[in-house]
């Protein structure tokens, strides 16, 4: 993919408005356009990986990513009574866009994961 085709490059580029709740050198976070939960926020790192396969070739990427991830379950009151996170791979899971993103979910109880 051509990152200038990426939405979330764009969004990173603040070619495209994004309602960002926490931010760093490496990762942006921002609240979803189309919510599945009360609380909805998407994890990006800035640089662009594919997936979150991609991303395990940067550790210092995962770990920033990792680390955002909580710094924003802290700071959105998460932690209790919980949240959920989850990381799409490829078009059978549902991903929309290919850059690496948590989504973090919270405010009503998510229930079982379907099996």
Same mark, same amino acid.
């Given at each position: 993919?051509?990152?200038?085709?990426?939405?979330?490059?764009?969004?990173? &580029?603040?070619?495209?408005?994004? =309602? +960002?709740?926490?931010? =760093? /050198? %490496?990762?942006? !976070?921002?609240? /979803?356009? *189309?919510?599945?939960?009360? +609380?909805?926020?998407?994890?990006?790192?800035?640089?662009?990986?594919?997936?979150? +396969?991609?991303?395990?070739? /940067?550790?210092? #990427? !995962?770990? %920033?990513? @990792?680390?955002? +991830?909580? $710094?924003?379950?802290? #700071?959105?009151?998460?932690?209790?009574?919980?949240? *959920?996170? @989850?990381?799409? =791979?490829?078009? /059978?899971?549902?991903? $929309?866009? &290919?850059?690496?993103?948590?989504?973090?979910? !919270?405010?009503?109880?998510?229930?079982?994961?379907?099996?």
């Amino acid at each position: 993919m051509n990152v200038t085709d990426c939405l979330f490059c764009r969004i990173v &580029a603040g070619e495209i408005p994004a =309602t +960002v709740v926490y931010e =760093t /050198d %490496a990762v942006l !976070a921002f609240r /979803d356009i *189309r919510p599945k939960a009360p +609380v909805h926020v998407l994890v990006i790192t800035k640089q662009h990986f594919d997936s979150v +396969v991609d991303l395990g070739a /940067d550790p210092a #990427a !995962a770990s %920033a990513l @990792i680390a955002a +991830v909580g $710094e924003v379950a802290r #700071a959105e009151g998460m932690v209790e009574p919980g949240f *959920r996170t @989850i990381f799409n =791979t490829g078009p /059978d899971s549902g991903m $929309e866009v &290919a850059h690496v993103h948590a989504h973090l979910l !919270a405010g009503r109880s998510m229930g079982a994961l379907a099996g």
